[in-house]
């Protein structure tokens, strides 16, 4: 009895503490992450990817709460930032308490936020590059590096033939040109590979 009463109380802490330390996802979390990135892409293997790109950069676990110096907090797996709480609580017609409750604790839905957030900037008319930066920062220059960052972990998940099968509602040249041209710009990508 006094063990489960201690497991209990150590479980608690650990959702309960601040999230301002990295904590690593366990591999059961992981798992379970895995299932939701599959479900939020809903058969479309581009967006799978795309998805876990933005998850890999992220590195966000369930229960996370990262304070960042704007004040605000990015919550959960795919680190949604608090600025869109209010957005998604309009649109889902929920108060922002559940929503940020849900971002921090329910995989599947931070993973349809992610999603939703970045297929918002897709339908817009964003290209997909951009709309990849955007969900990260407005600010160009971080946009850059992430979009780096991004295209760094899709290729050490996916390998290179992540861009060359990527198809976005038409925009599949896009995306190959926008991948060389980072290769282009970036040392660590092989030269002879086309």
Known sequence: MRFRWAA???????????????RPSTIAEERVISWCIHRAA???PWLEKTLWGLRDQEGG??????????GSYDLGPFQINSWWVSKIAARLRHD???VTYWLRYDPCFNAD????????MIRAGTPYWHAVGRYHSPT??????????VALHLTR??????FSRMTVTGSETLVRNSYRRSRRASSTYPRDHQ
């Open 8 to 22: 209990a109380c150590l479980i608690a802490m650990l959702y309960a503490a601040p999230s301002s330390a990295i």
């Open 42 to 44: 809903a058969g479309r």
């Open 61 to 70: 676990w369930i229960g996370a709460a990262i304070r960042n110096r704007n």
């Open 96 to 98: 922002e308490k559940s």
């Open 113 to 120: 936020a992610a999603r939703w957030i970045f297929l918002t």
């Open 140 to 149: 160009k220059w971080r946009q850059k590096r992430y979009i780096s960052s």
């Open 157 to 162: 998940r996916f390998g290179y033939e992540a």
